[in-house]
């Protein structure tokens, strides 16, 4: 579309594993200021595509822009600092953390204070420390959280985990957000203040592409909703229109 403000932009995106194909010719984008959901059903290639336009793997081919910016086969550290920034549908293991410690490790292969240390003097690293301690104290008890900032990560729900995986997100100060199956096997009160969120940093500017199975959260919150399919882009629209969309349906059931 002329004119459109593309944040993310990918094009034939293309990932093979073995013979497998995992993302076959993807195409699309996140218009800066929306929240853009990524539904299709398991192994249709979507966290693949977050590999991809993160750096976690290297397409075959195809290009991705971040800002309009080609970012292809560039290193995760380096797509983080262009402001992409997104969460694992897993998230990793944080034994012997405390939350406040686990938020300033920073998100996994992207830039913690590890990767600043190296190009900071010593000085440099304790004001920087400093700063991002009261900064992350101060995004923990926006997200209500603050309370949990000395307990060890590991005492954590799974909720309260995607929750802290969430605000340390935040601490990169991401222009785009990509959030893997953000409630997947959350409560649905904590589903609830996961959405609040949500819109509360989308309201202060973020864009959001999310992944998510959950159909009501995922159709309440994002719009538009791109459907992938075996590793192709099947439609995209309105929650309204891809919910009437007889193609989706049947790609969910196996057609
Ligand atoms: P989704 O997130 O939509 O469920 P994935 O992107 O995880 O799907 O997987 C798409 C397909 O690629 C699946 O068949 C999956 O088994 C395969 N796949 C994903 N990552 C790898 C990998 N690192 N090695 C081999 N196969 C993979
Ligand atoms: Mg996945």
Known sequence: TPGRDDVLRVEN?????GGLVAADDATFGVERGTITGLIGPNGAGKSTVFDLVSGFHEPDAGRVAVDGTDVTGMAPHAIAERGLIRTFQTPRKLEGMTVREAMLVGPQGQPGESFVKLFTSPGEVGARES?????ARKILEEFGIGHLATQPATDLSGGQMKLVELARAMLAEPEILLLDEPVAGVNPTLTKDLAAQIRRLHGAGTTFLIIEHDMDFIMDLADPI???NQGRVLTEGSPDAVRADDRVVDAYLGG
């Open 13 to 17: 995106l293309r990932k093979t594993f």
């Open 131 to 135: 700063r991002n301690l009261e900064r």
């Open 226 to 228: 791109v459907v992938l």
